[in-house]
């Protein structure tokens, strides 16, 4: 029985897949991801004295913005569209630092540098005056909630019709391979729009957290990562032969989401070797947009970035997943063209 067992565990990949690629992944992501602390953060510097104060700054300040003739409020539209982390803002009554409140962490080693440079600075924080914690997870938690509906839920979608044979009905059934997978991943679109409210609206109850932007940016923003995320596990579905498979599949993909995301550990903290794969990940980009829009009240306009990766992500997978499915539809087929022609 033990060497039965070991056969078989063998001609599951995924499964040792599990047990011994993804325990050296946690490691290494571990490693080089969890840190809390952030080494550097970007700056601006503006008003009249903006090239003298620049060149007193320590070193942890990265120095990529100096204006002289921009103000306050051009420093507070830098920090709303999320173009630096800090903005010094010069005047005769001396020098502020407004620090944005929505990148966590960055904030805590800001304020923190900020007080080592005594009373040279008065600070502000802004979009989360007292660095809660919760104001700056509870978006990502939203887009978490997303993320597992999507992929573990939506994955054991067309698996069910291969277990249960159902899958030569469609075969048969004259509509495309991409009218199938909008069928398929419909009610859970509806599901999970359903839990997103839930949750937003509980999070500003319960946590207090502000939601400062226009609700139709978070609508789409939210949308299109719907449609990204429904898409993989629609694909990881094409490609499992069972509900464990696929389960298994959808849990490996997950992960990486929560690591790297940003959502638990800044991003600007992790080594270059493993920031890329955050970058890669659609949890990243929504993560910018609901933080963005709830607590900074950022615009569209501001969010294109993350609107555009979100968008091209969601068309590759969708076309991925359709194709995918399309071959799998093609066996069934192929015998009932052969059966009509020999009629």
């Excluded at 078989?8 to 995924?14: C, I, P, Q, S, T």
């Excluded at 803002?89 to 440079?117: P, W």
């Excluded at 809660?132 to 573990?152: D, E, K, N, R, Y």
């Amino acid at each position: 029985m033990i060497v039965k067992e070991f056969r078989e565990l063998v001609r599951d990949r995924r499964t040792v897949g599990l047990l011994v690629a993804l325990p050296l992944i946690l490691l290494v992501v571990f490693g080089y991801a969890a840190n809390f602390y952030v080494d550097h953060a970007e700056a601006a510097v503006v008003g009249p004295d903006a090239a003298k104060v620049a060149g007193q700054l320590p070193d942890f300040f990265d120095v990529t913005t100096t204006d002289a003739s921009a103000t306050e409020q051009d420093a507070r539209d830098m920090l709303r569209d999320d173009e630096v982390d800090v903005v010094f803002v010069t005047s005769e009554a001396g020098v502020k630092a407004l620090v944005d409140g929505s990148n966590l962490f960055a904030a805590q080693s800001i304020v923190a540098g900020l007080n080592s440079m005594g009373d040279k600075v008065t600070t502000e924080v802004l979009y989360n005056p007292d660095l809660t914690t919760s104001w700056v997870m509870i978006p990502a938690i939203i887009g978490l909630i997303l993320t597992f509906i999507g992929t573990i839920v939506t994955s054991i979608g067309l698996v069910r019709e291969r277990e249960s044979g159902t899958i030569e009905q469609l075969a048969v059934m004259p509509i495309k391979p991409s009218t199938v997978i909008l069928g398929k991943i419909t009610p859970y679109f509806i599901l999970a729009a359903i839990d997103m409210v839930i949750v937003t609206v509980l999070g500003m109850l319960l946590f207090d957290v502000p939601f400062n932007g226009n609700v139709l940016t978070f609508a789409l923003g939210a949308a299109i990562f719907l449609f990204v995320v429904l898409g993989i596990g629609v694909f990881i579905s094409t490609i499992s032969q069972t509900a464990g498979q696929a389960i298994q599949t959808a849990f490996f993909i997950l992960m990486p989401q929560i690591l790297l995301s940003g959502m638990i550990f800044p991003l600007e903290a992790m080594a270059a070797g493993v920031r890329w794969i955050g970058y890669l990940l659609p949890l990243t980009y929504f993560t910018m947009i609901s933080q963005g829009v709830m607590l900074r009240g950022a615009p569209i306009a501001s969010l294109w970035l993350p609107f555009v990766v979100l968008t091209v992500m969601a068309v590759v997978v969708f076309t991925a997943a359709t194709l995918r499915f399309r071959r799998d539809l093609a066996p069934e087929r192929k015998p009932s063209k052969r059966a009509g022609g020999a009629a």
